[in-house]
């Protein structure tokens, strides 16, 4: 199963409705040639509508049964290094890859509890990593002077192809990868960072060892 599959099956049920919605409306009017694309265009826009508000801490987590394997995770940060995911599991670590963009409120909103919680030291063993989805390094850079996000690696996937991998359709969207490299569970929509059920369940999760069939 891949992770767009997880992804979409334990997608929140009016958010699946309203994508399905459109890709009935779609499918109706027999267009082919531009059907995919009005698609992702439709449903791109139900999962911003359903993304705009914080979820809560029981919303917020959606826990995978069977782990997929990550994707691969090598871009330039915006400080002219490279982040790389396989480093982060090379040392044992796991990773929480959120992908964000300055034009998303809440992803700018997350930022601060983001760097916050990096230096908990019961997250000791979780990478933080922000993945800048499609934006310039000027864009980027520019909105940096606003934030304070630390040390936190920025991570620039200006051409999405990253964010593709990924399964990017809507913002912000996070992962927790395992120290073995497997997708643990995503995060969809707002979250806050700082709920005490939420930093037990990433400290809890980032400690398992995934069982894969």
Known sequence: MSVLDVVYASMHDECYRMAIHYRDRIAKAGVMVARSRQWLRGASLALIVCFSHQASASEAIREFVDPPRAPGLVLPTITGGEFDIAHSIENGQASLVVFWASWCAPCRRELPALKRI???????????????????????????????????????????????????????????????????????????????DVIERLRVLSGEVPVVQ
Not at 154 to 159: G, L, P, R
Not at 163 to 170: K, L, N
Request: glycine letters at 12%; a negative charge.
């Open 118 to 196: 990096s230096g908990f030291e019961e997250l000791s063993g979780v990478d933080v990593v922000l993945v800048n989805f499609g934006e310039s390094d000027a864009r980027i850079q520019a909105f940096l002077e606003t934030v304070d996000t630390g040390q936190l690696p920025v991570a620039v996937d200006a051409e999405k192809s990253t964010g593709f991998d990924w399964r990017v359709g809507a913002l912000p969207l996070a992962y927790l990868v395992s120290p073995s490299g497997h997708v643990l569970a995503g995060f969809m929509g707002e979250i806050d960072w700082m709920n005490q």
